[in-house]
């Protein structure tokens, strides 16, 4: 129903920045909540950040406040995920996805991107 494609990721130096972005299909795109999730190797999905459909709301695990921002344009169907003061337990394969609400659990979210690379060397 929604098309997922994320972009942005790479390698990077612990320490520094890396945007990513989503790019969502069609009208549908500002009518849902959406999600940002990462998964590591030999660990679970995590969740990373959340943000309502309006923008009105943002949700960070412990883990990324204060130095991940989501944010999103709907005019541009987008999504970001703004990444500073990146650490090597960030690398992992991030995911965006779409659904009814911005809930922190995968099972809130129908919908999902490919996955985008981040790799952070310390």
Request: glycine content about 10%; charged content about 15%; aromatic content about 12%.
């Given at each position: ?5 994320e972009s942005?990721?790479g390698?990077?130096?612990a ?5 990513l ?6 009208r549908?795109?500002s009518?849902y ?20 459909r309006?923008?009105?709301n ?6 990324v406040?204060?130095?991940f921002?989501i944010?999103?344009d709907?005019?541009?169907?987008t999504?970001y ?5 990146l650490?090597?337990e960030?690398?992992?394969?991030y995911?965006?996805?779409?659904g009814?609400?911005?809930g922190t659990?995968q ?10 690379q981040?790799?952070v060397s310390?």
């Amino acid at each position: 129903q929604v098309q997922l494609v994320e972009s942005g990721g790479g390698l990077v130096q612990a320490g520094g920045s890396l945007r990513l972005s989503c790019a969502a299909s069609g009208r549908t795109f500002s009518t849902y909540a959406m999600g940002w999730f990462r998964q590591a190797p030999g660990k679970e999905r995590e969740f990373v950040a959340a943000i309502s459909r309006n923008a009105g709301n943002t949700y960070y695990p412990d883990s990324v406040k204060d130095r991940f921002t989501i944010s999103r344009d709907n005019a541009k169907n987008t999504l970001y995920l703004q990444m500073n003061s990146l650490k090597p337990e960030d690398t992992a394969v991030y995911y965006c996805a779409a659904g009814i609400y911005p809930g922190t659990t995968q099972s809130a979210y129908n919908y999902w991107g490919q996955g985008t690379q981040v790799t952070v060397s310390s």
